[in-house]
């Protein structure tokens, strides 16, 4: 069968991998019939992802088929569509037993510390499988991402009287967009790209779309009546960003960081305490953020149509993917499809 590997920053490769042949009691065969391409996937390939080691098959964000079960699998059957809950713990430790599954110490997670999806079939645990029948294809090749987006909304505790900023309308940020908005309270979405805040605009035309400028808490004042938010997400994964945060949030407000960079946070602390800030990570998603996602999207309270930006066959990958870091290719989601 046909795989894709990343032999090394910058160097994708074609190859020919063995079709899986044993299945474990525990385990489905799955069929990848879309991968969705993940910020991971993009900093892996310039060498700028945290936790990740080389050679390595990338694809996380999957929309498969269930061509084959072990013995022991009696949940699902043959054609179901699913999709992948893409990390996975090597020993239940604390946190693992506190229900925080994904951040366990020993924490696996597809296409970054194993082999991913970016190959035409996988052997799978099937209690790391969510059905996802009654979806389309390029839907559930969403899931994932959304997932991550319900995970970091969670965190956030929301209430009524809460107003939320989202700072970086990248797929993540317009996931929290789209979830944050169910909740009732007002939204307002702050991004540097003209293209990504006219497509909240059209998307989410209830939400406040704030460009970044040197009037930018002025702006942000103006889209909450006079106040700074209650909740900031930042999903931008920029130093400068995050750190600046600290500046935007309102007394007694709480700060996610959703994206990543490597390296340090600083801020000032007699202003983290004159405010009261409380700041929380939000990592990857769990089981139960999967399940939200899919009730949501087969309840029609997730609408992905226009999400997907960028179509991209397996065969043609090496010579797209460097067109994904192109500004002037307006990208927001693009799928590989099989």
């Known amino acids: 069968m046909k795989a894709i590997i990343l032999q090394e920053p910058g160097k994708f490769q074609y190859m020919e991998k063995e079709y899986p042949t044993e299945l474990k009691p525990d385990e489905v065969l799955l069929k990848i019939n879309k991968v969705s391409i993940c910020g991971t996937d ?48 090597l020993v239940n430790d604390q946190a693992v037993h506190r229900g925080k599954t994904n951040c366990g110490i020993t924490l696996t997670v597809l ?5 991913g999806a970016m190959q035409e079939y996988i052997t799978y645990k099937a209690s790391n499988v969510h059905l996802a029948n009654g979806l ?22 929301i209430i009524d ?11 993540i940020g317009l996931g929290i967009i789209a979830i944050a908005r169910l909740l009732g309270v007002k939204v307002a979405v702050l991004d ?7 497509f909240v605009k059209n998307k989410f035309p209830d939400v406040a779309t704030i460009v970044l400028s040197d009037d930018l808490e002025k702006d942000i004042k103006t889209s909450f009546n006079g106040e700074l938010p209650t909740v900031i997400f930042d999903a931008t994964g920029n130093k400068n960003s995050m750190e ?30 004159r405010k009261e800030i409380t700041l929380k990570a939000s990592r990857s998603a769990r089981a139960v953020d999967f399940k939200k996602v899919i009730q949501l999207m087969k309840a029609g309270l997730i609408n992905t149509d226009g999400f ?13 993917f460097d067109h994904l870091y192109d500004p002037e290719e307006n990208l927001i989601k693009a799928v590989i499809d099989f």
Request: aromatic share 10%; charged share 20%.
């Open 42 to 89: 993009l900093h892996a390939f310039n060498g700028k992802q945290p936790f990740f080691t080389y050679p390595r098959i990338l694809g996380h964000e999957v929309s498969a088929e269930i061509v084959a079960t072990g013995d022991e699998v009696n949940q699902f059957n043959v054609g179901d569509k699913c999709t992948v809950e893409p990390y996975r713990n």
């Open 111 to 115: 296409g970054v510390h194993e082999d």
């Open 136 to 157: 389309e294809d390029d839907q559930i090749s969403l899931i994932e991402p959304f997932a991550v987006a319900a995970h970091a909304v969670d965190r956030a505790n």
């Open 161 to 171: 009287s809460d107003t939320i900023l989202v700072i970086g309308a990248g797929p």
């Open 192 to 198: 540097l790209s003209k293209f990504r805040l006219d």
């Open 244 to 273: 600046n945060s600290f500046n935007l949030i309102a007394h007694g407000g709480t700060i996610i960081f959703v994206g990543l960079f490597v390296g340090h946070v600083t801020f000032d602390d007699p202003n983290f305490h």
């Open 308 to 320: 997907i930006t960028h179509r991209i066959p397996f065969d043609h990958l090496i010579d797209k």
